[in-house]
């Protein structure tokens, strides 16, 4: 489980292909020092490290590089098989249950890819609008939350209009320049995660409205 609030930008040195997965070796800083999030020190094999959003497990660690294995799953539901070396790219490590939680609860189980398609400079921040899974609308409800490449954000407009959603979400200068979204351009795909309690609300709620 993870909050959304990034703690560093890694830099995506190495994909390696093996099989149907990739191994992605990412070099970082903060993530192996003691960091404000937690009381264990650095990051070991077996962690759970949210990689732009997708909970990704460390399997190989020598400071300042780790690596982590996607499988064919995951690259077919998350941008990540279209990632190149040298990208900046969102971690954070799981939340402890001491963590405070300054964004909202994310699994870092991305429901799907979404595609941005406007910037719009507000003098002091920024508004970026995505195309959404349409099918992921039902989820997403205005001031909700939402994850974008595993960054919690604020949902400012939601429009849905001829089988296609368009999610309006607000970024501050602290995210824009400590996040990728400073690197984004119209038509980039981003992995986004719809909020978890929504979801599972619709799951028990569902039963009692198909019977009537």
Same mark, same amino acid.
């Given at each position: ?8 930008? !890694? ?39 949210? &990689?732009? !959003? ?13 690596? $982590? ?16 070396? !040298? ?18 609860? /994310? ?13 719009? %400079? ?26 974008? %490449? !595993? ?15 368009? $999610?309006? /979400? ?19 795909? &981003?992995? &986004? ?20």
């Amino acid at each position: 489980m993870f909050t959304g609030i990034i703690e560093e930008l !890694g830099t995506l040195v190495e994909l390696i292909t093996s099989g149907t997965s990739l191994c992605l070796k990412i070099e970082a800083e903060r993530i192996f020092s003691e960091g404000a999030k937690t009381s264990q020190i650095g990051v070991k094999i077996g962690d759970s490290i949210a &990689v732009n !959003g997708v909970c990704l497990t460390a399997t190989q660690v020598q400071p300042p590089y780790f690596e $982590v294995t996607a499988i064919a799953e995951t690259l077919g539901k998350t941008t990540l098989g279209s990632l190149t070396a !040298g990208q900046r790219i969102n971690l954070e490590r799981a939340a402890k249950l001491e963590t405070r939680l300054g964004g909202h609860l /994310v699994q870092g189980h991305v429901d799907g890819i979404a595609t941005l398609r406007d910037i719009r %400079d507000a003098n002091g921040s920024w508004e970026f609008s995505f195309e959404i899974p349409s099918d992921g609308s039902k989820y997403v409800v205005p001031k909700g939350s939402i994850a974008i %490449d !595993g960054i919690s954000l604020t949902v400012a407009e939601i429009l849905v209009a001829h089988g296609n959603a368009r $999610v309006t /979400v607000a970024i501050i200068p602290h995210t824009y320049y400590h996040t990728n979204v400073q690197f984004l351009k119209i038509g980039d795909t &981003v992995n &986004v995660e719809f909020d978890i309690i929504a979801k599972m609300v619709e799951r028990l709620v569902k039963p009692y409205f198909s019977n009537g």
